[in-house]
């Protein structure tokens, strides 16, 4: 006799979620190297646009800090976090070979400044992310067993 239940729909559902979300977060990790190298290997960041990255700095940050905020997991927004990583870096890298060293240096520490208050605002010691695992993303069929 076979048993299955209903649950399993569900459990396998919130697992390719979960995996999908990890793929694009791994995704997301290799999207702007080659703008990177490019950059770094000419040295010169003619021709990239400084307000669209700066635009989409701030929309990765703020979802960042959201998502901190109201405990998602980082399976949902985790790809933000490279993406606001990278386009630091590439802040950096336009300012550095528009030959404005300092301003890029201040840039750099008032950035990662603002977002450790942004951090330390909402994320209290019990809000904050711990591991997350394909476990916690199976709770689903525990909690559906026990509620039948």
Do not use: D
């Amino acid at each position: 006799m076979e048993y299955t239940t209903h649950t399993q729909g569900p459990c396998m559902l919130s697992v390719f979620s979960k995996t999908l979300g990890y793929v694009l977060i791994g995704t997301m990790t290799v999207s702007l190297i080659p703008q990177i190298v490019k950059i770094l290997r000419k040295r010169s960041a003619s021709g990239v646009s400084f307000v669209s990255i700066l635009l989409t700095l701030e929309a990765s940050s703020a979802t960042v800090a959201y998502a901190i905020q109201k405990r998602f997991p980082v399976s949902a927004w985790g790809e933000n976090i490279v993406l606001m990583h990278m386009n630091v870096v590439l802040i950096c890298l336009l300012l550095r070979y528009n030959n404005k060293l300092k301003t890029s240096i201040t840039f750099l520490a008032i950035y990662i400044l603002f977002m450790l208050l942004t951090a330390v605002a909402n994320c209290s010691q019990s809000a904050c992310m711990g591991p997350i695992s394909i476990k916690h993303a199976c709770n689903c069929c525990k909690q559906v067993n026990t509620n039948v």
